[in-house]
């Protein structure tokens, strides 16, 4: 595991339960520039031991936007419901509805 793959779930394992961030949020927080789609490939590749709320991360606009063929937005939803996340169904995208985003 990299140095910066460790620091980016370093990140992601401080967001509280019920909240969210997205993936260029935790980019910056890492020191990255630009670097959401590097955090996006860390969570992808987060090794299944790790116990990090990978599920937390989200895109900037507010739906979930996982590329991930071991995991489905349908996965994500249901652990974020299971924090008190509300979603509004739109398009065939999951929206959160009043989310509370982490702030680095």
């Known amino acids: 595991m990299s140095e910066l793959y460790t620091k980016i779930y370093s990140i992601v394992a ?3 339960s019920g909240i969210v961030a ?3 949020d935790v980019a910056k927080a890492a020191g990255l520039q630009n670097g959401a789609r590097v955090v996006g490939w ?3 590749r987060l090794p299944a031991e790790v116990e990090i ?3 937390r991360v989200i895109n ?6 996982i590329v991930n063929p071991s995991v489905t937005p349908t996965q994500q939803k249901i652990l ?5 996340v509300k979603f509004i169904v739109k398009e065939d ?3 959160l509805q009043n989310p509370k985003w982490n702030k680095f």
């Open 53 to 55: 709320p990978w599920w």
């Open 22 to 24: 997205s993936y260029g």
């Open 80 to 84: 974020l419901e299971k924090e008190g």
């Open 14 to 16: 401080k967001i509280p």
């Open 60 to 65: 900037a606009k507010g739906y979930i936007s």
């Open 42 to 44: 860390a969570l992808r």
């Open 93 to 95: 995208l999951f929206y």
